[in-house]
């Protein structure tokens, strides 16, 4: 029941020797989503272990080139890998223009379907589900038309409390009874309330990834209470007007929004290339929030069980 | 005088951890002119220490996507770090209607021109000169259009030998009409041959690009007397059936097209994910060429100056 995020770029559009562009890859109960696709992002799963044929998803926030142009080699790199499940890519318009160009002149013959679903960078709506996680989007203040995203387990199968059913003397029927949430109806006649031969084993997790943007009061809301947050900072508090003007936000405010959403953990990452050293980005946001992490290529955050 | 050739990469389509895609940077005098540009050639050019902006011109082979997908973020870039200079691009149809595309979604205002030019992959042509090199197309055998490079350092400048000088007592105009290749007329009415009073200060560099390709003897042909031959060696010769299938060549290919052009060096690459170690494919070349090197990412050929 795996719940993990590992950086595969931390870098923002100007690349550097060390940092690649932004790319992350969301492991839930070992199912794998790819968070935005920077240049080079085949190669970054490769070096961190994570097959690249294991995508169920990808997810792009924005249509800048720093957050998307590393899925095409990826698309046809999945194509010679032999690939034949479709892929299913979320992104704003006119990410299917751009991608009819790449298949028409590079994958023609691509051995497996990618199927685009338009984002609406307006809505805060549910993309995907499936049987472990809903993924949301969230609007985010950028150049460009751009959206977040929220992982969100959904609540895992209810654990049956091994005294009660001993005290009970519970049958197989009526375990599974319990399990579907129903209460029990005991040969006594008597009814158990399910809320009393029951419990969540532990509480659903959930990440935020909130990339390309300037601050919003807005998205941190709909990220309350999340366990691990991620947040562009591109830039250090003193450079709040290139931030703002450029559609970004400073290390103080991803901490800002860190706190009011009341998350757990916050990552932060997408640093402009002037910061050789992030060191100083993550001490001005753990002044605000303490339990800031840098973004590091190949350092996965791993979001543990809790109650 | 710079004649030097920096691997950028050297892996053939599907991307390994530690191999990059198809990339060289040549640097002729202080110019650098990029040949093919795989996935992360730019930050490629960033950890080998060579400014992207100082590209004069970028040469592609042709137009599969491991040896072209990294031009297009390194475009965008050169936008972002201020270009002004038109990029010369030489590469085959429809080379025009991709960059179309990248423009129109991810370029629209790029600050510099990028100039293209169609290569004709059937013809031996000059594509490129200036005062100290010419660029050649050499015809490959490949899947699709492809064409390598040669590049041709011009003949340097006369040198005027100091002891003629002083033997005739030669004035700055005399030695100036000597460096032009011209006879000199002395006071004295004796003409003094140029052959007598100047010699070449050493014989003009090349270097060949041949990816990917079969082996085609006649492309070595047109290498007669290279210094240097870059030539694909996807394959092991016990895998010659699929190396032909595929417009690909083998190790022990190259090292006889090599042989056949009496080139003075070898480098191979363009290797197969299969190779995890490509000492292999070097032994296999050098025991029929034995001055045969191995690319290797950041590896730099340097052509020293030879009479």
């Not at 990808?58 to 034949?84: E, K, M, N, Q, T």
């Not at 973004?295 to 996965?300: K, L, S």
Request: glycine content about 6%; overall charge neutral; some cysteine.
């Amino acid at each position: 029941m795996s719940f993990k995020v590992t950086i595969l770029g931390s870098a923002s559009a100007k690349p550097t020797a060390t940092r690649h562009p932004s790319a992350q890859a969301v492991d839930i109960h070992e199912q794998y989503y790819l968070v935005d696709a920077g240049e080079g992002v085949q190669q970054q799963l490769v070096r961190c272990g994570i097959n690249p044929l294991k995508l169920r998803a990808a997810f792009i926030s924005h249509l800048h080139g720093d957050h998307v142009f590393g899925l095409f080699p990826l698309l046809s790199s999945l194509g010679l890998y032999g690939r034949r499940t479709p892929l299913e890519v979320f992104a704003p318009a006119p990410f299917g223009e751009i991608l009819a160009c790449h298949l028409r002149y590079f994958d023609a013959d691509l051995p497996y379907e990618v199927v685009w679903h338009a984002t609406d960078t307006t809505q805060h709506a549910l993309l995907w589900e499936n049987r472990t996680v809903e993924v949301w989007s969230i609007p985010l203040r950028h150049r460009v038309p751009c959206a977040g995203f929220l992982f969100r387990e959904k609540e895992p199968p209810l654990n049956v409390d091994k005294f009660r059913i001993a005290k009970y003397g519970l049958s197989i029927a009526q375990i599974t009874a319990a399990k579907r949430g129903e209460d029990v109806l005991l040969d006594s006649g008597e009814r158990i309330p399910n809320a009393e031969l029951t419990y969540r084993p532990y509480a659903p997790r959930s990440y935020a990834y909130l990339s390309d943007t300037n601050f919003s009061a807005k998205a941190a809301r709909l990220c309350t209470g999340v366990d691990l947050m991620y947040h562009e900072a591109t830039y250090a508090a003193a450079e709040r007007r290139i931030a703002r003007e450029r559609g970004h936000a400073t290390s103080a405010e991803a901490a800002e929004a860190a706190l009011r959403a009341g998350a757990r953990r916050l990552v932060i990452g997408h640093y402009s290339s002037r910061y050789k050293d992030e060191s100083v980005l993550v001490e001005e946001a753990r002044r605000i929030f303490p339990e800031t992490f840098a973004a590091i290529e190949g350092t996965t955050f791993t979001i543990e069980k809790h109650d």
